[in-house]
């Protein structure tokens, strides 16, 4: 179908008359009659108000066909089983882990291994945002929780190391030193793993209110049950994780805004 013949067919469902036509442009009958026999062709001006006075796009009224916009391609699904499923099969090896642990008799076993190993098993179970990293993060509290209070050390004895002396025992530097890796890879870690993500689960800004309030409540509540080197693990312990999970956050926050802006 030719231009003529649209416009001819466009202005007969219309009900205007050629002269009507020629009103409503702002030209002559004799320039729509030659319009319509194709003797000329109307400018882009009157191309876009004809569109716009018969109600159709102007691809439909130059090629004379009913314009028909694109497929929208079928959305995609992601398939989140078969990672589920990994998840769980995981959590129910490190149980199993646990159980051996606990059965084996080995008192090294049983201490140093079965509780990391269930809340791993635990994390990967119920956990269904980013569990490894869950997982680190938990391995990563036991390891802090059995040093402070088996061994007395903490990361902030590395503050020590230009004045340490082989009487004080360098294995105990050592253990800070590598204490204080441990925070710095996490963190690192953290980062790296959570640099595009866009969603974070109300849990965790729950999680990290609470923690601080805790701390604070050990702070004023644990001197009477406990002697005093004890409340202060617990409060240490208490604040400078939270404290590190905010700052985890807030450099997540700072990479997003170097991502988007590159």
């Not at 003529?4 to 030209?27: C, D, H, W």
């Not at 006075?53 to 130059?62: A, G, K, N, R, S």
């Not at 084996?104 to 990391?116: D, H, K, M, Y």
């Not at 965790?204 to 409340?231: C, H, M, N, Q, S």
């Amino acid at each position: 179908m030719t231009l003529g013949q649209t416009i001819t067919r466009l202005r007969t469902v219309k009900g205007l008359s050629q002269g009507a036509l020629a009103e409503e442009l702002g030209v002559s009958r004799q320039s729509v009659s030659k319009w319509e026999t194709d003797a000329s062709v109307p400018e882009l001006e009157k191309l876009l108000k004809m569109a716009k006075l018969f109600h159709v796009t102007l691809d439909e009224l130059v090629t004379g066909e009913p314009f028909t916009p694109p497929e929208a391609p079928p959305p995609q699904v992601v398939i989140v089983e078969k990672k589920r499923e990994k998840r769980k099969t995981v959590g129910f090896v490190f149980l199993a882990l646990t159980l051996f642990c606990l059965l084996s008799g080995n008192i090294w076993l049983q201490v140093l291994l079965a509780l990391p190993c269930l809340m791993v098993g635990v994390i990967c179970l119920l956990t269904g945002w980013h569990p490894g990293l869950c997982a680190l993060w938990a391995v990563g509290f036991l390891i802090d929780l059995y040093t402070r209070f088996a061994t007395g050390l903490n990361w902030r004895v590395i503050r020590m190391t230009p004045y340490w002396t082989p009487e004080m025992n360098y294995l105990r530097l050592a253990i800070a030193w590598a204490l204080f890796c441990n925070m710095v890879f996490l963190l690192l870690f953290t980062v790296w793993r959570l640099r595009k993500e866009t969603v974070f689960p109300k849990g965790l800004k729950v999680l990290l209110a609470v923690l601080p309030l805790v701390g604070i409540a050990l702070r004023f509540t644990l001197p009477y049950i406990l002697a005093y080197d004890y409340i202060y693990r617990f409060w240490t312990m208490f604040i400078e994780w939270p404290f590190m999970a905010l700052m985890a956050a807030a450099l997540v926050k700072l990479w997003q805004r170097r991502y988007w802006r590159c």
